[in-house]
T-cell receptor, first 115, second 117 residues
Framework: AQKITQTQPGMFVQEKEAVTLDCTYD???????LFWYKQPSSGEMIFLIY??????QNATEGRYSLNFQKARKSANLVISASQLGDSAMYFC????????????FGTGTRLKVLA | NAGVTQTPKFQVLKTGQSMTLQCAQD?????MSWYRQDPGMGLRLIHY???????DQGEVPNGYNVSRSTTEDFPLRLLSAAPSQTSVYFC????????????????FGPGTRLTVL
């Protein structure tokens, strides 16, 4: 069975500093995709970044990068130069890439950026 | 291009009442899903569809029914609402599943906040 674990219920970071949000996963699938979503207080889910299990390079999207360590089954999100607008809930998610459509999500990390 | 739309935004039901949460997308996406979000639980998959006429159960399907008669619409039905179904419900869609050739991700609707008394 698949499982996503986010062990940090809440995090604080000073504005302009970098922060790492942890995500570990468990799956028996050989091929899978890992996602990070942001949920601000307004409630919408915003896609941030994607990493395929077959990708050897870590994904990057602007200030977001995904530190992918396949052997450790971890997919940590790194936000560089934090901004006040980064304060939100962050969810790690996973789905097999073998044709099913069953996404699973972690319980989330609430990030607060301090001025 | 409206993306994924959900109606209503808020709903209060009494135990035992039935209702349908509507979800529509105008992006010609084959794949659609329903999730519920509860405090401390993240998002949990209720049902999903990989195309018109094809649906399957997710992690928490009990108490919910779905059908997919068109590509655009994927309604979620609560046949007899229970207080345990109080939650925020999200609909999502994508063109395909992610693969080596595509990083297709899901687009989410704005959510429906449902309270069952």
């Amino acid at each position: 069975a698949q499982k996503i674990t986010q062990t940090q219920p809440g995090m604080f970071v000073q504005e302009k500093e970098a922060v790492t949000l942890d995500c570990t996963y468990d799956t028996s699938d050989q091929s899978y995709g890992l996602f990070w979503y942001k949920q601000p207080s307004s409630g919408e889910m915003i896609f941030l970044i994607y990493q395929g299990s077959y990708d050897e390079q870590n994904a990057t999207e602007g200030r977001y990068s995904l530190n992918f360590q396949k052997a450790r089954k971890s997919a940590n999100l790194v936000i560089s130069a934090s901004q006040l607008g980064d304060s939100a809930m962050y969810f790690c998610a996973m789905t097999p890439t073998s044709g099913t459509y069953k996404y699973i999500f972690g319980t989330g990390t609430r990030l607060k950026v301090l001025a | 291009n409206a993306g994924v739309t959900q109606t209503p935004k808020f709903q209060v039901l009494k135990t035992g009442q039935s209702m349908t949460l509507q979800c529509a997308q105008d992006m010609n996406h084959e794949y659609m899903s329903w999730y519920r979000q509860d405090p401390g639980m993240g998002l949990r998959l209720i049902h999903y569809s990989v195309g018109a006429g094809i649906t399957d159960q997710g992690e928490v399907p009990n108490g919910y029914n779905v059908s997919r008669s068109t590509t655009e619409d994927f309604p979620l039905r609560l046949l007899s609402a229970a207080p345990s179904q109080t939650s925020v419900y999200f609909c999502a869609s994508s063109y395909s599943t992610p693969s080596v050739l595509s990083t297709d991700t899901q687009y989410f609707g704005p959510g429906t906040r449902l309270t069952v008394l």
